[in-house]
C-alpha cells in the first residue's frame, strides 16, 4: 500500500474555541503600560531632549494627568524597547517620578521607525535648524533606501538614467 506523505497544520483548540472577534482583537495594536527602564531612545535621534522651561511643563502635566498619548516604540533584539516616539514623554516621565508609561509597540524595520520618528517631531516648534535639517536627510535616506528595496523587489534596476 502506498502512502502519501502530504503535510498539514492541524487547527490550534485556541482557534477551535474562540470568536472571528476576539482572533480580530488579538491582531489589534494595543497600548501597554512598560517600565521606563526597559526603553531606551532611538539609535541616532536628531533631537535633543532638554530639561528646560518646556520639560518642566511637561513634567507637571504627566504627575497631574498622567501621560495622555502613548509613546511608539519597537521591540530590541537585544532586550527592552527602542523609542521610536515620545522620547519627551519619556524623559519627563522619569523627571516625575512615574514607573512605567503607556506605550505601542510595533515591529518596524528601521526605515519605517526612521520616518515615524522625523515625521512625529518635525511640527515642534522649538527645533534647531540644524536638527530640522538633519531630520530630513534621515528621512529622505530612509525613503530612498525603501524605493530602492521595492525596485529590486520587482526585479528592476535600482539605478536611474541621467
Same mark, same amino acid.
Given at each position: 500500500m502506498k502512502r502519501n506523505d502530504t503535510s498539514f497544520a492541524l487547527t490550534s483548540l485556541d482557534e477551535l474555541f474562540s470568536t472571528q472577534a476576539d482572533r480580530d482583537d488579538a491582531q489589534r495594536e494595543k497600548v501597554m503600560d512598560i517600565p521606563l527602564s526597559d526603553l531606551h531612545a532611538f539609535k541616532g535621534h536628531p533631537f535633543k531632549v532638554l530639561d528646560d522651561e518646556k520639560m518642566m511643563e511637561t513634567v507637571e502635566s504627566v504627575k497631574q494627568y498622567g501621560v495622555l =498619548? +502613548? #509613546?511608539? #516604540? *519597537? $521591540?530590541? +533584539? /537585544? !532586550?527592552?524597547? /527602542?523609542?521610536? %516616539? !515620545?522620547?519627551?514623554?519619556? *524623559?519627563? %516621565?522619569?523627571? #516625575?517620578?512615574? /514607573?512605567?508609561? $503607556? =506605550?505601542?509597540?510595533?515591529?518596524?524595520?528601521?526605515d519605517a521607525a526612521i520616518i515615524i520618528m522625523v515625521d512625529s517631531n518635525l511640527q515642534r516648534e522649538t527645533l534647531l535648524p540644524s536638527e530640522r535639517a538633519f531630520a530630513y536627510k534621515m528621512k529622505r535616506d530612509a525613503l530612498n533606501h525603501q524605493g530602492a528595496r521595492a525596485c529590486c523587489k520587482i526585479g528592476q534596476n535600482n539605478k536611474t538614467r541621467g
Open positions: =498619548v +502613548p #509613546a511608539i #516604540a *519597537r $521591540p530590541d +533584539p /537585544e !532586550g527592552g524597547y /527602542e523609542i521610536v %516616539s !515620545g522620547h519627551r514623554r519619556h *524623559r519627563a %516621565s522619569q523627571l #516625575a517620578g512615574m /514607573e512605567t508609561m $503607556p =506605550v505601542i509597540v510595533r515591529d518596524l524595520d528601521d
